[in-house]
């Protein structure tokens, strides 16, 4: 019999959770103008609660000119027009909590946009109270930027500002430039604003980037990256060694937990972004005076499943002190069914859905993925994200994964918006695929992650017990949770072949999931293509 979760065990409720991101623009249109609105979240509340998730992590809605869709903030403070008012806000808060919900929001620190007042004031000279508060360099004898430090989306990392007569620091768009957070004043400014969210009532922040917050003082060049052939994004050619993932950062990080654990039950997700990607995560989770949790690109920037990435992702946070966060699909990437399977093979889908709730740590379930919806297709033409179109290969990138949610199947916006066009359109191939189709097919992919989930959610193995990897055949990933007298075995065939998979403790186990034809037979499991096997020991 499984271990209990107690009152004193359960105070750290992130911990245990299960967290469902919501892109806003791409939710529900309430007022008709192409885009989601914080409304329209407010709206479909029961469905978030009926999937049998513990919290929300709303995505930018703060006030932004929208060259990055939010991620350019220009007022931490407020809610964008577009998206609401603050009453807004509070209803919604409200309402998540009424049903035994979290709510988790952005907060995007690395940079600002050039629009925000912070940055109109530091541009405007070279000696007002905020000249320091941005990266300002000089430039070269010959006048080019004082580094070689690329942008992530593309280019340098330095504009020119006539007014300034210097370069300025932007690892992203140059609408987006970086505040210095060597300048005290700037740390406290961004403090400010979490406090601000804080004494609303929020429950945590997902923190952009987190590791990009400190540059090295002296703009040291960065080294050139090993690879064997050009990449396909020029900012690959370096290995960012000085622009990003500094160990100052963590002192930072220090100050915010500090600031976090003065209010109770309070928690942070970091987003960390480097080649070293499991070794950051655990860096920056280490102890009681970092982030609570942070996730990586590791399975987000995968390009195919298999046992040895998922095996790889259990071994090395095995023994670790800090806590992961995992997801397979976010607004940043295009969508798992697409990214991770061949050819979107429905039990193929599930199974990974299935894996991801069975990991060690916090899943993380971008919205559509309980639906399985695949990279959406948009025309070039209706591309509306800058790094989609600057990177344009014939696949929609991020875009594809930011299209419309599909609530009905007989509408061509999918009951997203009565607009007559929207930010980005709906891909017809989703209107199959759509919440009021599936929730009438018992075998639908979201009836199975409502279960999968409420499986999780009896199962205290699952959710905070450790995880070890377990030796099995070709294809196959095998583990087993454990935590107090509790112990899962969990099953996945991966390779779309059938497999048997053997364990002692098999005989006299309890089998909790069996799927696509998967058996217990004594001491067997019998795993067809793609099928998956949980058994309690």
């Known amino acids: 019999m499984e271990t209990v979760?107690?009152?004193q065990n359960t105070a750290e409720w992130w911990r245990r959770a299960v967290v469902y991101q919501i892109y806003p623009r791409s939710f529900l249109d309430t007022d008709g103008d192409g885009v989601g609105d914080l409304k329209g979240v407010d709206a479909k509340l029961d469905y978030i609660a009926a999937?049998?998730?513990?919290?929300?992590?709303?995505?930018?809605f703060f006030r932004s000119p929208m060259r990055d869709f939010g991620y350019d903030v220009s007022d931490y403070c407020d809610v964008d027009p577009m998206f609401g008012t603050l009453a807004d806000f509070d209803a919604l808060l409200?309402?998540?909590h009424a049903r035994g919900l979290k709510l988790i929001i952005d907060q995007v620190w690395s940079h600002t946009s050039d629009r925000h007042p912070w940055f109109l004031e530091s541009a405007s000279s070279k000696d007002n109270p905020k000249s320091d508060w941005y990266v300002w360099a000089d430039a070269k004898a010959d006048g080019t930027p004082p580094n070689n430090w690329l942008a992530s989306f593309g280019g340098p990392s330095w504009t020119w500002h006539p007014v300034r007569r210097q370069y300025y620091l932007h690892n992203f768009l140059t609408s987006q430039p970086d505040l210095n957070f060597w300048t005290p004043a700037v740390q406290d400014g961004v403090l400010d604003a979490a406090r601000f969210w804080l004494d609303r009532g929020v429950d945590g922040f997902r923190l952009d980037v987190i590791n990009y917050i400190v540059h090295d003082r002296e703009l040291?060049?960065?080294p050139v990256a090993n690879y064997r052939r050009p990449p396909p994004q020029a900012t690959m050619f370096q290995d960012h060694v000085h622009d990003r993932s500094q160990p100052e950062a963590l002192a930072f990080l220090g100050r915010l937990r500090k600031l976090m654990d003065g209010y109770a039950d309070r928690m942070t997700v970091g987003e960390t972004v480097a080649n070293h990607a499991l070794e950051l995560q655990q860096e920056y989770t280490e102890g009681h005076d970092r982030l609570h949790t942070a996730y990586s690109f590791y399975l987000?920037?995968?390009r195919a499943a298999s046992p040895e990435l998922f095996a790889h992702t259990l071994r090395a946070w095995s023994g670790a002190s800090g806590w992961p966060a995992w997801s397979l699909g976010n607004h940043d990437v295009p969508r798992f069914p697409t990214r991770l399977t061949a050819g979107g093979d429905p039990r193929q889908v599930k199974g990974l859905m299935a894996l991801l709730l069975c990991l060690r740590g916090v899943p993380y379930i971008y919205q559509g993925d309980e639906l399985g919806l695949p990279q959406a297709h948009v025309p070039f033409e209706r591309l509306q994200d800058p790094f989609a179109i600057a990177a344009y290969t014939g696949d929609a990138f991020r875009d594809g994964a930011r299209t419309p949610m599909p609530w009905r199947g007989d509408d061509r916006n999918?009951?997203?918006?009565?607009a007559e066009e929207t930010w980005l359109p709906t891909d017809p191939a989703h209107l199959p695929l759509a919440a009021?189709?599936?929730e009438a097919d018992a075998e639908s992919m979201l009836n199975f992650t409502r279960e999968f989930l409420a499986l999780r959610k009896s199962l205290p193995a699952l959710q905070v017990g450790e995880a070890s990897v377990l030796k099995a055949p070709e294809g196959v990933l095998a583990f087993e949770r454990t935590q107090g007298n509790g112990r899962v075995l969990c099953m996945f065939e991966m390779a779309g072949q059938t497999a048997v998979f053997e364990h002692p403790d098999l005989v006299g186990g309890t089998p909790l999931a069996l799927h696509s034809g998967a058996a217990v037979e004594g001491g067997q499991v019998r795993?067809?293509?793609f099928g998956l096997a949980l058994v309690r020991l």
Do not use: M, Y
């Not at 999937?51 to 709303?58: P, R, T």
């Not at 999918?414 to 009565?418: E, L, M, P, Y």
């Open 436 to 438: 009021d189709v599936q």
């Open 51 to 60: 999937l049998g998730v513990d919290a929300i992590w709303l995505s930018p």
């Open 300 to 302: 987000l920037n995968a």
């Open 414 to 418: 999918g009951g997203f918006s009565s």
């Open 94 to 96: 409200a309402g998540v």
């Open 527 to 529: 795993l067809p293509p």
């Open 220 to 222: 040291r060049d960065n």
């Open 5 to 7: 979760l107690t009152d």
